[in-house]
């Protein structure tokens, strides 16, 4: 079965930065459009970054120029780069795949949390 396991979350003090990454199993990866979205607590979960099968990224206004989405087939892992955090970019972060960007999500990850801190 299709699994994402996330990894990288943890702790980070406001202006800092975190890796996120998630290794997929059980899908064609490199065929899968990929993203990240977040749910902070009494919130619904916002998209943040997608990345297409052909590398092409896409961002939420809030993380545009501070995020980055990258993916590495050979590994089946999507990474997320977050630097310049902020107290709002505190949430549980989520690894998704979609068939195509323009479709819901057909698989989640778990979750990892990321809490900045002043």
């Known amino acids: 079965q299709v699994q994402l396991v996330e990894s990288g979350g943890g702790s980070v003090q406001s202006g800092g930065s975190l890796r996120l990454s998630c290794v997929a199993s059980g899908l064609l990866f490199s065929r899968n459009c990929m993203g990240w979205f977040r749910q902070a607590p009494g919130k619904e979960r916002d998209w943040v970054a997608t990345?297409?099968?052909?590398?092409?990224?896409s961002y939420g206004d809030s993380v545009k120029g501070r995020f980055t989405i990258s993916r590495d087939n050979a590994k089946n892992t999507l990474y997320l780069e977050m630097n310049s955090l902020k107290l709002e970019d505190t949430a549980m972060y989520y690894c998704?795949?979609?068939?195509?960007?323009?479709?819901?999500?057909?698989?989640w990850g778990q979750g990892t949390q990321v809490t900045v801190s002043s």
């Open positions: 990345i297409d099968n052909l590398a092409q990224t």
């Open positions: 998704a795949a979609h068939a195509f960007c323009s479709t819901r999500v057909g698989y």
